[in-house]
């Protein structure tokens, strides 16, 4: 059972730790908004990890063929919402009414459909299960637990991540730092989108 739960962390970590397109969005969202806004946007993205980390270990590699043709389109998909963020972002920002428009509800669904998104998530996990079925996830109950510390890690790199952002958000408080702070941020996510459908 130990095994199971402490390969989900290191499996969770391995997924989330690398800081591309959400976990920009991630910081910059909590950064112009406030720490309970990001935190929700945080767990969004937590559990779209554990949800794929499931559909692994429920089948990973039979939903890793279904999902490879339309890999692409996904990739696609995410890259177009991604860049309608990151303009939405500096508008909002020109605006000043980012703060008010955001709520932890819209930022909890929003960051877990664009981490949906990602298929290269769920071959990921599928790939770490098939590899560990055997030793570390040989059951239905392993696998949960495998599940559960995929999910723990996650959401706790990612609430790291929006507390990060709120330290950022507090220094920028002003008009002027929230403005630079969305055209940075959009930049990143700019360059981590095309990176996406590049790469």
Excluded at 58 to 86: N, Q, S, T, Y
Excluded at 116 to 139: E, W
Excluded at 145 to 151: H, R, W
Aim: glycine share 12%; no cysteine.
């Amino acid at each position: 059972m130990i095994s199971a739960f402490v390969a989900g962390v290191v499996a969770g970590y391995g997924v989330a730790i690398p800081v591309g397109a959400i976990g920009a969005l991630l910081i910059s969202l909590t950064a112009r908004t406030s720490l309970r806004v990001g935190a929700a946007a945080a767990l969004g993205v937590a559990t779209a990890d554990g949800l794929y980390a499931l559909a692994a270990v429920l089948g990973g590699a039979a939903l890793a063929k279904v999902i490879e043709p339309v890999a692409d389109p996904m990739r696609w998909a995410a890259a177009i919402v991604l860049a309608g963020l990151a303009i939405k972002t500096v508008v909002d920002a020109r605006k000043q009414s980012q703060r008010k428009e955001v709520t932890a509800r819209s930022a909890y669904v929003g960051l877990l459909g664009l981490t949906v998104l990602n298929p290269a998530t769920i071959i990921y996990f599928g790939a770490l299960v098939l590899g560990m079925q055997a030793d570390v996830v040989p059951d239905l109950v392993h696998g949960m637990v495998f599940v559960l510390g995929a999910l723990l890690a996650s959401a706790s790199w990612q609430l790291l991540l929006a507390g990060s952002g709120s330290l950022v958000g507090r220094v920028l408080t002003g008009s002027r730092g929230r403005l630079v702070t969305a055209l940075v941020s959009s930049g990143v996510i700019i360059v981590l989108a095309v990176r996406l459908v590049a790469g």
